[in-house]
């Protein structure tokens, strides 16, 4: 991006990919990204009311939620493989790259959240199951 800013507003020459280049750039590092918030268990969760609920409820409460994401992380996936279809032959003009490239991140992405999330519940269930049995 730097390079691409410099190039058009200190040289009036603005490079042929500066718009492609950083906009496939930004997708993949924003699914990735999402991807490792999940997978360390990061994202933004509001828990003020969901602590103040006993254990047994709150496990099947936060079930309900993963499995929530759950299913809109597989509708992400699901309905965007028509999309990847759709744009396997086309390519970029400037950079000559597959838009694959720009359509691509939100499957990949997405299908490290469900594996992420599904480890994110299961571990939920398991903290649970321990806690109970610590209390026996």
Excluded at 66 to 77: D, F, K, N, S, T
Excluded at 112 to 133: G, H, P
């Amino acid at each position: 991006m730097f390079i691409s800013v410099t190039l058009r507003y200190v040289f009036n020459e603005p490079p042929l990919w500066a718009d492609e280049a950083p906009r496939a750039f930004f997708l993949w590092m924003t699914y990735l990204g999402i991807a490792v918030a999940t997978k360390q268990g990061k994202n933004i969760r509001v828990t003020h009311f969901i602590d103040k609920i006993s254990a047994k409820p709150r496990v099947f409460l936060e079930t309900f939620m993963h499995c929530l994401v759950l299913i809109m992380l597989g509708a992400l996936v699901w309905y965007n493989i028509p999309i990847l279809n759709l744009q396997s032959g086309g390519s970029m003009l400037s950079t000559g790259w597959s838009f694959l490239w720009l359509y691509s991140p939100v499957t990949v992405g997405s299908s490290l959240m469900l594996f992420y999330q599904t480890r994110l519940m299961v571990n939920t269930i398991l903290v649970y199951k321990l806690s109970v049995a610590e209390e026996s």
